[in-house]
């Protein structure tokens, strides 16, 4: 079910490599976005630390201990990326063997957004928008499989919930 095919692969992955224009938008996407999530974090780190020092320790230790968390599950698992599985080479020409699952990319951009909804719901909103894109482009790029994203966005979720905002 959280599996793309190796038709279905191929069907995606070749559109954005044969269309320039999507390429490049996804190409936008996949390598820009997380930047600025990932710019984001310290910048929210600094905010907390000044304005909001009730926060600082929450912000700082909940996304770096899903970081944590996830890139041990990743070792632990060992999954294939979906360019490894199938023989043929992803959008961007990633080369990574295994550690596809969970999505570190979205797992991040998914607790940061959720930080960031604690402190500002505009902005939170704003970053969870931009966790899905995150999300998304993986995808399309061929570098993760549907369940990847889905497991990375819920570890997040879960530890977001419970140690964000019931903690």
């Known amino acids: 079910m959280f599996e793309i095919n190796k038709r279905v692969y191929l069907k995606i992955t070749d559109y954005f490599k044969d269309n320039k224009k999507a390429g490049f938008c996804l190409g936008l996407v996949y390598k820009l976005l997380p930047f600025v999530v990932f710019a984001a974090y310290p910048i929210m780190l600094v905010y907390t630390l000044i304005w909001q020092q009730d926060l600082f320790l929450q912000t700082l230790l909940v996304p770096a201990g899903v970081f944590i968390l996830v890139t041990i599950l990743r070792k632990l698992i060992g999954e294939q990326r979906p360019y490894e599985k199938y023989g043929v080479p992803s959008v961007f ?14 797992a991040s951009a998914v607790i940061i957004a959720l930080a960031l909804l604690k402190i500002n719901f505009c902005i939170g909103i704003i970053a969870l928008c931009i966790a899905l894109l995150i999300a998304l482009s993986r995808i399309l790029a061929g570098v993760h499989f549907i369940r990847d994203i889905a497991v990375g966005a819920g570890i997040s979720i879960l530890f977001g919930v419970v140690f964000i905002f019931l903690i």
């Open 93 to 106: 020409g990633k080369t990574t063997k295994g550690q596809s699952m969970p999505s570190r990319h979205t």
